[in-house]
């Protein structure tokens, strides 16, 4: 891609962000910020959608005008990610955090799965299948943990304590609360399982290393309660007696996502979003614009005696960025200062406290730079 057309994305990323005058900056882990496009489309089309006279919340998810939706946004999602033929992706509900349930129930098969524990959603993952183990259905296995660093650095794969003959292998590649990413899929043997809820369709990758792919659509693709499950074709049917039929990959592949009433409106707003990724010149466009406003941020933080990241460099994340204040009494002071200056939802999480900006596709650059700005003056003002 020229250099154009990348400035031309960005222009464009920025421009669509912050037309509407009563849009502030907005920095929440999730539900997370949607481009002002995608929002002042659906406001356009809320009461009449395609001039039917009534809004797409209300149309018959079987109808085929509401089919036109569901065939486009799969296509358009296959296209960005460049999915494989030999994938199925479903359109789900229940979140991301319904995935540790139903990930041991289809895929344990009475064997034993590998869970990597890097943060908060890794460590809730390898919890939740902990409970099927107990039940028999197989055996849950900790391959390394990043306690022992607080959770700001990923274990060496050379000590990791890899299973043989692994069902699967279970990772979380970015944690939202600890800001820890993996950028590269771990070499192992087993299928990957992969939790990408807080960075799908942030940067390139490659779809076919991994066994399943999952994401909570609230980060980077739209409103809360939409899960998309990517999933090879040999992962199907193999679902435990135990899964319950909604939550059955092979079952939903065959009703393509549609065994009982979908989020039909999430999976819509969804489709919108995927239209307006497209428009900025897909995932690898929208990816030098994340990394360059990681970069931003972090060279503030880097530059900086008054703020501090703790998460080891390699693994650092474009997507969510925690830093904490060398006084920590400030903390108050500088969320409240942030607020008034219209910067939205800095605190941090409260299992690590201090502050956290999460910056998805749908956060300008520009954004990042009032961000910066604001940093800045604010350490003069209290350094």
Avoid at 145 to 163: I, L, M, Q, R, Y
Avoid at 225 to 240: C, F, K, T, W
Avoid at 241 to 254: F, K, R
């Amino acid at each position: 891609m020229s250099d154009n057309t990348s400035n031309r994305s960005a222009a464009n990323n920025s421009d669509h962000t912050t037309t509407h005058p009563h849009r502030v900056p907005n920095f929440s882990a999730g539900p997370a910020t949607i481009p002002t496009q995608v929002l002042a489309r659906a406001q356009n089309e809320m009461l009449d959608w395609q001039g039917r006279g009534v809004s797409v919340m209300e149309v018959s998810h079987r109808s085929k005008e509401y089919l036109a939706i569901v065939e486009k946004a799969e296509s358009k999602l296959r296209a960005l990610m460049d999915i494989p033929d030999n994938y199925k992706v479903l359109f789900l509900q229940g979140g991301a955090s319904l995935q540790f349930s139903a990930i041991p129930l289809n895929l344990l098969q009475g064997g034993q799965a590998d869970y990597l524990t890097t943060g908060t959603w890794s460590k809730k993952a390898l919890k939740e299948a902990s409970r099927y183990a107990k039940l028999g259905l197989g055996a849950v296995h900790e391959v390394a943990s990043a306690k022992d660093s607080n959770f700001t650095d990923v274990p060496s794969s050379s000590t990791w304590h890899v299973s043989d003959d692994a069902a699967y292998f279970h990772y979380c590649v970015n944690e939202t609360i600890h800001g820890v990413q993996i950028f590269e899929p771990p070499q192992v043997d087993a299928p990957l399982i992969a939790d990408m809820s807080s960075c799908i369709l942030s940067q390139p990758i490659d779809v076919s290393k991994f066994g399943m792919i999952y994401a909570g659509a609230q980060k980077n693709i739209g409103p809360a309660g939409l899960v998309i499950v990517i999933i090879r074709d040999d992962l199907l049917n193999q679902a435990s007696d135990w899964c319950p039929l909604l939550m059955n990959y092979g079952h939903q592949a065959e009703k393509e996502s549609m065994s009982n009433t979908p989020a039909t409106y999430s999976w819509y707003l969804a489709g919108l979003v995927f239209d307006w990724l497209e428009e900025q010149g897909g995932v690898e466009a929208i990816g030098k614009i994340n990394q360059q406003k990681a970069d931003l941020l972090y060279n503030a933080i880097d530059n900086s005696a008054f703020y501090h990241n703790a998460v080891a460099k390699p693994y650092r994340s474009i997507m969510n960025v925690p830093f904490t204040l060398a006084d920590s009494s400030l903390d108050k002071v500088f969320l409240a200062e942030s607020e008034q200056a219209g910067l939205l939802s800095l605190k941090g999480h409260r299992e690590v406290g201090g502050m956290r900006a999460s910056i998805y596709n749908a956060v300008p650059l520009e954004w990042v730079q009032q961000l910066v700005d604001f940093m800045q003056a604010f350490e003069k003002k209290y350094a």
